[in-house]
């Protein structure tokens, strides 16, 4: 989710890299699995707040709203709604902070590898001088994952993680019911106030009317904020998926080198098949852990120190 703390590095930007390199080694035989999960502190701290800031919205909707209106049927129908939408948005966020984005096996820039690729003479391979891996077409380096991506938009400090062709949907989901929640929550002050103003102050919450009028305020700045932002980041992510062209395409002006494909069929790529309704679930395909491509064995050998490589003509 691009924001004021928004980092969208590449490793093509090499005038800006002035630290010392490390030297590239083999990718091992071995590389254990597990949950994916980047220890960047920044994106820790920011992923905390959303969820903070989840659960606020759930304190004032259900205690200072709900629970003390009169209506039981307008208590559980809007309870319900906010509590489903909210689920999902947390496990949205969840998917989108915990999935494989679409790193590439890092160190496997070998001849040997490369020979396996059974590449056509004159094709043309990049090797990205970070992470030592052969670059997939669309395929950018990350400085925060410290990984090279497929088809990578950007770095969400927010999910704490990169959006890519594995966890666009959720990120998406996860705009979507965020939206979402933070519209029906502003609906659902404005009714409460109106409420308020007709009836006692003292009647309409738990809490002194001082009191209720500040979470109130609150949560409407916290809802209208995150409305608008996140309706953006909907908006611009649909629409990078239409076009087949990710943030980072956009941002530098790369020319397509792809066969672009309608924005329907893209829209089944990045959800994960034809339309249903497991397109708005964040439980389809319930893993949470690496590429199986991230640790599978590699051929072994030197990592070749040239960055472009081009197969040799027979």
């Known amino acids: 989710m691009k924001s004021p703390v928004h980092r969208c590095r590449d490793v093509e930007r090499q ?33 905390v707040i959303t969820w903070m800031l989840v659960f606020y919205a759930e304190f004032v909707v259900l205690f200072v709203m709900l629970l003390p209106s009169k209506n039981l049927t307008y208590s559980l129908v809007n309870g319900t709604v ?39 003479p004159g094709q043309v391979v990049y090797k990205c001088p970070k992470c030592c891996s052969i670059k997939p077409d669309r395929a950018h380096h990350c400085s925060v ?47 409460h106030f109106l409420y308020c103003f007709e009836d006692d102050w003292t009647k309409c919450s738990s809490f002194s009317p001082p009191a209720t009028v500040i979470l109130l305020i609150l949560l409407c700045f916290e809802a209208l904020l995150f409305l608008i932002f996140t309706s953006v980041m909907f908006g611009t992510q649909v629409h ?4 087949d062209e990710t943030g980072i395409e956009r941002l530098k002006g790369e020319q397509a080198r792809w066969e672009k494909t309608s924005c ?5 790529s990045a959800f994960g098949g034809p339309f249903s309704p497991s397109w708005l679930s964040p439980f389809s395909d319930l893993r949470c852990k690496r590429d199986p491509n991230d640790h599978v064995a590699l051929p072994q050998g030197e990592i070749i120190e040239e960055d472009i490589i081009e197969i040799p003509l027979v």
């Open 15 to 47: 005038a800006a890299c002035l630290q010392t390199e490390q030297p590239c080694v083999p990718v091992s035989q071995h590389i254990p699995s597990g949950m994916w999960f980047i220890r960047d502190a920044c994106g820790i701290v920011c992923g």
């Open 82 to 120: 906010f509590n489903t939408l909210a689920f999902l948005a947390l496990a949205s966020h969840f998917r989108a902070m915990c999935t494989d984005p679409g790193a590439v096996p890092t160190g496997n820039a070998t001849k040997e590898y490369i020979e396996s690729l059974q590449l056509k």
């Open 145 to 191: 994952c410290k990984r090279c991506i497929r088809k990578m938009d950007h770095h969400c400090p927010w999910v704490n993680n990169c959006v890519g062709e594995n966890n666009q949907k959720f990120f998406v989901l996860f705009t979507m019911y965020i939206a979402l929640i933070s519209l029906h929550s502003l609906v659902m002050v404005v009714f």
């Open 240 to 243: 990078s998926i239409c076009t």
């Open 264 to 268: 329907w069929e893209a829209m089944k």
